[in-house]
């Protein structure tokens, strides 16, 4: 089956929604996912989402980032997503996006490797919190079509330009069997997530695989760094098969600590994702354990219950009571820094084609990405990506 639309979006994450979300109202548009709408990465984050906080804050947020990132970052989009943030934050607020408060001013937390609280939250939940919102407002635009459980399997290529994608379709879409399709656009945008489905244990969604990685490569698409590979420090452990639960990082910039099997820390809890990992793993080595423990011990009760709850109700189905005993964490492939390389503007190395969200390397997060840097990244640089193609489409016409 053919159709034909003026964008197509490969991805309902946060990106992918942001994304059209600021693309013009005349744009008809096609977004696909390869489940349903709310099995995407973006509705598992929990930390929060980081704002330049004030002008003063601008170097040591620079310095942060470009810290935990090895200094491999791309200088110019590190400037550019930390320029951008307010405005992002105005935009989530504007479409209803609740963020902590206390007597009426944001409330920020803190996580590995800040220097200081720069991260807006909703409960444990930020991620859920902020793309339901974008999804409820996508899903009230007249010129989107979504299509669940719709998997993208190749590009179509014309001239050396992308022109569309090519699908198939499954699962309640089509009872009776597969639907190949073939969209043909003016854009195409990837917004296809990450590649935990590539691991035996990650925190991501397993039908995430890098699909546009794959295609990217047939293509002679290029890519970049697809051996960055974040691992998060804290999973809780766990001996059942599929995704691993993450105990956020701001649980441990909220106080708590890692202990040993002997009961001793051995690690600075708010290093880098990738320092306590390596310390992690070698504790684990060294105690000849399967695990490390984490305890909240110093976090009041009612600070966990208030902003950690659904850690807190994961944790006690598993049988742990946080606010009473430690609980036993691994880490697991959490995120992806590398993948298809894109200029500020997420433009792609193949004309009319965009990457945006993990799927795409901006360079912003070098070899190590900063926490809660990830749903602030996407957003600012979806936008960028609508509004491109916008001043891209009125340049043509003017030719």
């Given at each position: ?360 390397c901006n360079g912003v997060h070098g070899a190590n990405r900063l926490a809660s840097n990830s749903l602030l990244e996407s957003l600012v640089f979806a936008k960028r990506a609508a509004r491109k193609m916008t001043k891209t489409e009125q340049e043509e016409k003017s030719l």
């Open positions: 089956m053919k159709q034909k639309t003026d964008i197509v979006i490969v991805g309902t994450g946060a990106a992918g929604l942001f994304c059209a979300l600021n693309l013009p109202k005349e744009k008809d548009i096609i977004m696909l996912t390869k489940a349903d709408l709310e099995s995407s990465d973006s509705f598992l984050a929990q930390g929060g989402i980081c704002v330049l906080r004030d002008d003063d804050d601008y170097d040591g947020y620079f310095e942060d980032t470009m810290r935990a990132g090895h200094y491999e970052n791309r200088r110019e989009s590190v400037d550019i997503m930390i320029r951008g943030s307010r405005e992002i934050i105005r935009d989530l607020v504007g479409y209803g996006v609740e963020f902590a408060k206390e007597n009426g001013e944001f409330l920020y937390t803190r996580e590995g490797a800040h220097s200081r609280p720069r991260i807006l939250f909703h409960e444990d939940i930020t991620g859920a919190e902020i793309t339901s919102k974008l999804l409820e407002q996508v899903k009230q635009l007249k010129n989107v079509t979504l299509y669940e459980y719709t998997t993208m399997t190749d590009i179509i290529e014309k001239d050396g330009k992308c022109i569309g994608i090519k699908a198939q379709q499954t699962g309640d879409c089509t009872p009776q069997g597969v639907t190949e399709l073939e969209i043909y656009a003016e854009d195409t945008v990837f917004a296809t997530g990450g590649i935990g489905g590539r691991y035996r244990h990650s925190t991501n969604f397993p039908h995430l695989t890098g699909d546009a990685l794959d295609i990217s490569q047939k293509h002679g698409i290029r890519l970049e760094h697809l051996d960055y590979v974040q691992i998060h420090p804290t999973t809780l452990y766990s001996e059942k098969p599929g995704r691993r639960f993450l105990i956020s990082e701001s649980v441990r910039g909220e106080g708590a600590l890692l202990y040993n099997k002997n009961k001793e820390r051995f690690v600075d809890e708010l290093l880098p994702r990738d320092v306590v990992t390596k310390a992690i793993r070698e504790q684990m080595e060294k105690d000849k354990t399967n695990y490390v423990w984490l305890s909240m011990e110093r976090i009041d009760k009612e600070t966990i219950l208030n902003h950690f709850p659904h850690i807190y109700q994961h944790c006690l189905e598993e049988g742990f009571d946080v606010t009473k005993e430690w609980i036993p964490v691994v880490p697991a492939q959490h995120y992806f820094m590398g993948g298809v390389w894109v200029d500020s503007d997420s433009a792609t190395s193949m004309p009319h084609l965009y990457a945006v969200g993990e799927t795409s």
